[in-house]
């Protein structure tokens, strides 16, 4: 009977360690469900705002892709390098969208941004080198390094012989320096291209009535007009060159 006490006794003591056991395994496990599920409802947040970053980036709203693409890095646990390269591909963008011609770039927005796109964009999708090479040349040529400017359009062109705005921003460079003749085969190359393409009539326009040839300036103004009807600068531009032809009569 003590046998059986003992035994009793032995047995009750391992089915009390094997309870404890599974308390434990359970208090491991369920934090570890819920780490689980907190992981996976962050992964959807951090995807829709990812998708919402490549939504605005496809309507050229790079400012807000940027804020997003940041939104999903700040928000992903590992820091993930493929969010952070569609923020700074959104950040850059954002000069050769937004930026006026010759102004000076914003302070938020450094050569390295370029530098690390390009080196990791090497071999990869062309049209995304392609604008980041433009925006790059256009950083540039704000900070007047005209030369780097031109060997960041020639690199476009030789990856993109057919991308109509590569053509505008070295006819902007070249018009930039004076070039005019340079300048005026850019824009007429880009209007081969792209015959809609607004930018490159008005700064078309622009140059010839520089140079006096006001015919040729308001009949590119024109054009431009029909193409960005309502356009306050090329309403104002033509009724200029309109009222100086009237005066020549």
């Not at 599974?22 to 998708?51: C, G, N, T």
């Not at 954002?94 to 000076?104: C, P, Q, S, Y």
């Not at 476009?156 to 085969?185: P, R, S």
């Not at 190359?189 to 008005?202: E, F």
Request: proline residues 2%; charged residues 30%; negative net charge.
């Amino acid at each position: 009977m003590e046998t059986e006490k003992k035994s009793y006794s032995k047995m009750w003591t391992f089915m009390a360690g094997a309870g404890s056991a599974s308390v434990m395994i359970l208090a491991f496990l369920l934090p570890s469900v819920q780490d689980q599920y907190d992981r996976y409802q962050s992964r959807k947040v951090i995807d829709k705002y990812e998708q919402l970053g490549n939504d605005f980036f496809t309507e050229e709203k790079y400012d807000l892709a940027e804020q997003a693409y940041a939104k999903a890095y700040e928000l992903s646990e590992n820091k993930r390098l493929d969010i952070e390269m569609k923020r700074l591909n959104a950040k850059v963008n954002t000069i050769g969208n937004n930026l006026v011609w010759g102004a000076e770039p914003p302070e938020e927005i450094q050569d390295i941004d370029f530098q690390f796109l390009l080196k990791m964009e090497k071999g990869q999708e062309k049209i995304d080198r392609v604008a980041i090479l433009n925006s790059y040349g256009v950083y540039l040529s704000a900070l007047k390094r005209v030369k780097e400017a031109k060997n960041a359009f020639e690199e476009a062109i030789k990856l993109d012989t057919l991308e109509a705005v590569t053509y505008i921003n070295l006819g902007n460079l070249y018009d930039q320096q004076q070039n005019t003749i340079e300048a005026e085969k850019c824009y007429l190359k880009a209007i081969h291209l792209d015959d809609t393409n607004a930018h490159a009539h008005y700064n078309l326009g622009l140059l010839y009535e520089e140079q006096g040839k006001l015919p040729s300036a308001k009949k590119e103004m024109e054009k431009t007009l029909k193409l960005e009807p309502g356009d306050a600068d090329v309403i104002i531009e033509l009724k200029n060159i309109e009222e100086t032809l009237s005066t020549r009569e």
